[in-house]
């Protein structure tokens, strides 16, 4: 299954200066348990702010460009059809993590949304998410992580 992970404040920032714009441990602690064993899709800049591979995890970096894989834990693609192709052979889900960039890219293909919703307003953000990002998806569940950060399990509607 394809899966967008994504925390986002209620002004729909998602990032600040190549950086997630607050520390939430329990929101970090939510998406180390959600994706260890699976498969983990991000932009080079996303990559490049994370600043390593993620253990446990199949890291999967989208870029044309070469220089990205520096680390031997990194599985560098081109583009989505790639990830896509490589998703029926895995035995394990895909989670888009992204940037902005690949969260567009991957908006027809994502089955399901896992949205923390964190009660920050980031004036200064310069990465959002689209309002309409889940207009064709139904809450399925939802569960407090901490004060504050709710996250919403959201599934596409089979219309």
Not at 49 to 62: A, H, Q, W
Not at 81 to 89: F, S
């Amino acid at each position: 299954m394809i899966i967008g992970i994504v925390a986002i404040a209620k002004n729909f920032a998602i990032g600040r200066d190549g950086k997630l714009p607050w520390h939430h441990s329990a929101d970090l602690k939510f998406f180390k348990e959600t994706t260890t064993g699976n498969a983990i899709v991000m932009g080079a800049n996303t990559y490049r702010s994370i600043g390593k591979p993620l253990p446990n995890r199949l890291n999967i970096v989208l870029s044309r460009n070469s220089s990205v894989d520096p680390a031997p834990e990194i599985m560098r693609l081109s583009d989505k059809e790639e990830v896509i192709d490589l998703a029926q052979y895995l035995s394990r889900d895909i989670y888009i993590i992204g940037g902005a960039e690949v969260f567009k890219s991957f908006a027809e293909d994502i089955e399901k949304w896992l949205v923390t919703e964190v009660a920050d307003d980031v004036p200064d953000a310069d990465v959002f998410m689209p309002a309409n990002f889940l207009d064709d998806f139904t809450e399925t569940d939802s569960r407090e992580l901490a004060e504050g950060l709710i996250v919403r399990t959201m599934q596409r509607r089979q219309d």
